[in-house]
Structures are given as structure tokens and as C-alpha cells.
């Protein structure tokens, strides 16, 4: 067992003198993988923040409950009260006839036109806002489908804010994210299997000659694999510093605009368990690329 | 120690290299593979390494049946043959005491032990005190021995050279056969693949002549 460990670790010191000994190509491929695995990080980050910040406005939803002219205020209040007990309902404000005009006629201006009106034309208005945990858009739909068929509503409409298009342009975000994500890692497996595959054919010789002297290609797999790994890890180090570059850049003016909002709001960099996921996914994709290469061109070259 | 029966090896483009060839060379024995270049010397040292597979025929080397022997196996088998190539076949980025280590450390043999033994096989091909060169700075002769050392160090049962003296002047080459007679006196069972007769006269060791793939005198076989 000892023995075993002190190979490896004898391997992967000459993996790391190898890539030491091409700093300009083990430069270019770590630089191309810590781009390529920072792009998702930063989108990650985004999405990570921008759902912290969204969490902070409360819901922003509510549905106009648009009452029949004939309905009267006893009426109408009694039927608030009957939904405030709804478990959906979280709170509901009655706007008066008498009220909605006064608005009216100040935001308007129409002031003296609707004097001259006979009568009043505006409906008696109830503001719903619903518990913060049905607001989704299933049980929305829910609620106002049971509202429209009470028979004092003219008409009920949902006001979906912009809180809510934000949640749903996040969870957009967060599907490209995802994919984007495939996309790049195989990206960082082509990367990684052409560098390896250059390192094969420069060696090719040192291999068929370790092959007739009875090398397993497990043996013979094994630098190549460090080699990878290496570079995985190395590209993920450098994936982590751009982030904290970026984070770094982009704090002060985030905090300016934060602030003008009067929120407490702090951009929040990488924690160091999504670090360490970066660096697993770096050495993961490295050993896989080199896995894939070493083991494709073995096969293809004499003696076997 | 090798045993052919009827082995044929016909290459993919249809080329017959090796025509239902049968001999035998027992343990410890020495003998020489003669013939002109394409009759199939190297095919044959090919087979017995397994570089090549036999299309026909039973091949049975150090009591294993290579026909039989499954592909994982292969790397194993080979460290029970030694074997020396025509070109060397060194690392030149490593130095000779590196080359010659380097079956020791395919095999997983300790760090202390490897030293010793490398030290004791180049000791064998007289170049103790030269294994932190450059295979590059050595002459031909010398980077021959190196390849013997290679090739002896894991103290193989048995040898293969496939034109070990090709590219050195007369004494030179009369010096490596010597040393191959060596290690057969020793106990290790070799074959030499050469062109060049006066080796055969001067050791007085059995032939195996090979013309267009077939075996045409077998001195080596007993009964």
C-alpha cells in the first residue's frame, strides 16, 4: 500500500514537472478552462444575488375585485370579511365608489367634467392580496376562477407585478444556466482531450516502448490522467480567481446603486463549498476528457 | 521453454510472413534465427513477445499458451521476456540508469531494490559509472548494452535479440554475442535473429533458418 501511494505520488510529480516544462501551452489550456468554467459561475452568481435582492420586496400581487353597481356597502363589506377568512386571502381593502372618484378626479383632472356627471359610474373595489405562500400561479388561477363566480363580482383580475416576472425571467435565467453549463463542460472536455492527445503523440515512442517491456495500460494511463486532473484543477483555481475578480470589480458600484434604494443589499461572492464544487467539477471533467483520450488512442496504436 | 506447432501468421493485406512453422527449443538452450530479410525473423520474435497473433497454429512460450492467453494478460507475460531490438528502442530523455530501471518500475519493484539491480545489470554489460548519462552521449555499442541491461534487469527466463549487432563494427558485435552467450550459460534461454554467419561458426550453437516463411533447417528441435 505504501508503495502504491508513493507511485502515484511519484507520478504526479512528474505530471507536474511536465506541465511545468511547457508553461506556454499548460498556460493557454489552464487559461481557456478557467474562462470556460468561470462564464457559469458568474451566471450562477447573478441569479444567486438576484434572488437574494427579490426576496426582499414582499409579493407585489394582488387581484381588483371589480363589484356589481348594485351592490351596496354593507354588502361589500361583509364580503371582505367573508374572504379575509379565506387560508388564501391574506388581506383585502375596500375601495368605496365615493373614494375611487375622489382618486379619480385628483390623478385625472377631469375634476368639474365629473361633476357634472348624474351619478357616480365607478364600481366599489376590493384590493386582494393573498398569502404569501399561494402565490403561485396554479393556485392563483385558483382563487380567481372562486372569486369571478360569487355573484357580486363584475370582474376580477389578476395583477401579476413585475416581482413576478422577475421570478419567472430568473427561472429562465436559471434553465440557460443549466444548459449553458453542459454546453461549456463539454467545451472543457474537448479542451482537455486535444491537449492530452497532443501529450499521447509527443510520447508516443516512450509508450510502445513501455508496452514490450510489459506495462499495463493502467500504468501507462496514469501520468496522463494526472495530467488532466491537473489541469482541471488548475483551470478551476483560475475560474475562481476571475469570479472573485469580477465580484471584486463589481461590488462598489452595485453598493452605490443599493444604497440609493435604501437597501442593505452586498453582492455576495463564491462561499467555499461552491468553490470547492468548481474545483471538483474542474478535476472531474479533467480525468474524464483524459480518461476519454488516453483511452481511444491506446487502442488505436501498436503493439497493443 | 518455446514450442511452435504449425503456426501461420498471414497479415491483413494478405501477405503470408509465416508458413506452418513447428519447432521446439528447450530450456535454457541457445540458438540462432537466420535468414534473409522478409523471410519472417522478425514476425517470428514478433509472435512469441505477442506484438503479432498467430492466424494459425499453437504457440506455447515458458508454459503458457499464447494462443489461449487473454489480452489483459499480455503486459504480464512480456516481463517474463526480455527482449533487444535492432534500434535500441531507448528513452533519450531519461538517463541509462532511468532506461534500465524503467521494467523494474513497470512492475512496481521498490526504490531500493530497483537501484540495486540496475546497478547489478549494468555492472553485467560492463557500464556501471555511466548510468547518470544521456543514452544520446553513448556510442552505439554502448547504447546496445544499455538495451541488454534493459532487457536482462527483471532477470527474465528467457531472451529475444533481434539483430542485436546490425549496426556495430566486428568487434564490437563479437562482444555483444559474447555477453548473450553469457547469460545463457547462466541459465537464461535465448534466440538471436542475425544475418551474419560467423557468430554461428564462432559459438557453435544450433540454427533455425527461415526462407519465405517456412522453417527450412531446425537445429535446435531435439528428436
Same mark, same amino acid.
Given at each position: ?67 356589481r353597481a348594485g351592490v351596496t356597502a354593507e354588502q361589500a363589506q361583509s364580503l371582505a370579511t367573508a374572504l379575509v377568512d379565506r387560508a388564501d386571502v391574506n388581506q383585502v381593502r375596500i375601495v368605496s365608489s365615493e373614494q375611487a372618484l375622489a382618486e379619480f378626479k385628483e390623478l385625472s383632472g377631469f375634476g368639474d367634467a365629473l361633476d357634472a356627471l348624474p351619478a357616480n359610474p365607478l364600481p366599489t373595489l376590493l384590493v386582494i392580496i393573498p398569502e404569501p405562500r399561494y402565490e403561485q400561479p396554479e393556485l392563483l388561477e385558483q382563487l380567481l376562477v372562486e372569486l369571478r363566480s360569487l355573484t357580486a363580482v363584475e370582474l376580477a383580475q389578476l395583477d401579476m407585478e413585475w416581482v ?141 | ?27 535454457? &538452450? ?57 534500434? &535500441? ?91 548473450? &552467450? ?16 560467423? &557468430? ?24
Amino acid at each position: 500500500m505504501r508503495a502504491y501511494l508513493l507511485r502515484h505520488a511519484q507520478v504526479l510529480l512528474s505530471s507536474i514537472g511536465q506541465l511545468a516544462r511547457m508553461p506556454g501551452s499548460t498556460l493557454m489550456s489552464v487559461g481557456v478552462i478557467g474562462i470556460t468554467l468561470a462564464l457559469p459561475g458568474l451566471l450562477y452568481l447573478l441569479v444567486a444575488n438576484a434572488e437574494r435582492v427579490s426576496s426582499e420586496w414582499h409579493g407585489g400581487t394582488h387581484v381588483s375585485l371589480f363589484l356589481r353597481a348594485g351592490v351596496t356597502a354593507e354588502q361589500a363589506q361583509s364580503l371582505a370579511t367573508a374572504l379575509v377568512d379565506r387560508a388564501d386571502v391574506n388581506q383585502v381593502r375596500i375601495v368605496s365608489s365615493e373614494q375611487a372618484l375622489a382618486e379619480f378626479k385628483e390623478l385625472s383632472g377631469f375634476g368639474d367634467a365629473l361633476d357634472a356627471l348624474p351619478a357616480n359610474p365607478l364600481p366599489t373595489l376590493l384590493v386582494i392580496i393573498p398569502e404569501p405562500r399561494y402565490e403561485q400561479p396554479e393556485l392563483l388561477e385558483q382563487l380567481l376562477v372562486e372569486l369571478r363566480s360569487l355573484t357580486a363580482v363584475e370582474l376580477a383580475q389578476l395583477d401579476m407585478e413585475w416581482v413576478q416576472r422577475f421570478h419567472v425571467i430568473l427561472k429562465l435565467i436559471r434553465r440557460a444556466l443549466i444548459v449553458l453549463s453542459v454546453l461549456l463542460a463539454l467545451a472543457v472536455l474537448l479542451i482537455v482531450s486535444n491537449t492530452i492527445r497532443l501529450a499521447i503523440l509527443n510520447r508516443r515512442e516512450e509508450i510502445e516502448i513501455i508496452r514490450l517491456i510489459g506495462g499495463t495500460d493502467r500504468f501507462i494511463r496514469r501520468p496522463f490522467l494526472y495530467n488532466g486532473m491537473l489541469q482541471g484543477l488548475l483551470g478551476a483555481w483560475m475560474a475562481i480567481v476571475l469570479i472573485a475578480l469580477c465580484v471584486h470589480l463589481l461590488r462598489p458600484p452595485i453598493q452605490v446603486l443599493a444604497n440609493l434604494y435604501g437597501s442593505a443589499f452586498r453582492v455576495a461572492g463564491l462561499s467555499l463549498p461552491e468553490s470547492l464544487i468548481i474545483v471538483a467539477i474542474g478535476v472531474g471533467l479533467g480525468w474524464l476528457a483524459s480518461r476519454w483520450s488516453v483511452g481511444r488512442h491506446l487502442r488505436a496504436m501498436q503493439p497493443t | 521453454m518455446i514450442r511452435f506447432s504449425q503456426v501461420s501468421k498471414r497479415y491483413p493485406n494478405g501477405h503470408e510472413a509465416l508458413r506452418r512453422i513447428s519447432f521446439t527449443l528447450e530450456r535454457q &538452450h541457445m540458438a540462432f534465427l537466420v535468414g534473409h530479410s522478409g523471410a519472417g525473423k522478425s514476425t517470428l520474435l514478433k509472435l512469441i513477445t505477442l506484438v503479432e497473433r498467430s492466424t494459425h497454429g499453437q504457440i506455447v512460450v515458458n508454459s503458457r499458451n499464447l494462443v489461449k492467453l487473454p489480452h489483459r494478460q499480455i503486459p504480464y507475460f512480456r516481463r517474463e521476456v526480455g527482449v533487444i531490438f535492432q534500434d &535500441h528502442k531507448l528513452l533519450h530523455d531519461r538517463t541509462v540508469f532511468d532506461n534500465v530501471a524503467l521494467p523494474l518500475v513497470v512492475s512496481g519493484v521498490g526504490h531500493r531494490e530497483t537501484g540495486r539491480r540496475v546497478r547489478a545489470a549494468l555492472d553485467k554489460v560492463g557500464l556501471l559509472g555511466k548510468e547518470r548519462l544521456y543514452p544520446i552521449t553513448l556510442s552505439g555499442g554502448e547504447q546496445q548494452r544499455v538495451g541488454i541491461a534493459r532487457a536482462v534487469v527483471n532477470r527474465p527466463p528467457l531472451l529475444l535479440a533481434d539483430e542485436p549487432t546490425g549496426n556495430l563494427d566486428a568487434q564490437l558485435s563479437d562482444e555483444i554475442m559474447d555477453l548473450f &552467450h553469457q547469460f545463457n550459460q547462466y541459465g537464461v534461454t535465448v534466440i538471436i535473429a542475425t544475418h551474419e554467419r560467423r &557468430h554461428i561458426q564462432r559459438l557453435n550453437k544450433p540454427v533455425l533458418e527461415l526462407k519465405d516463411g517456412r522453417l527450412v533447417h531446425d537445429g535446435a528441435s531435439i528428436g
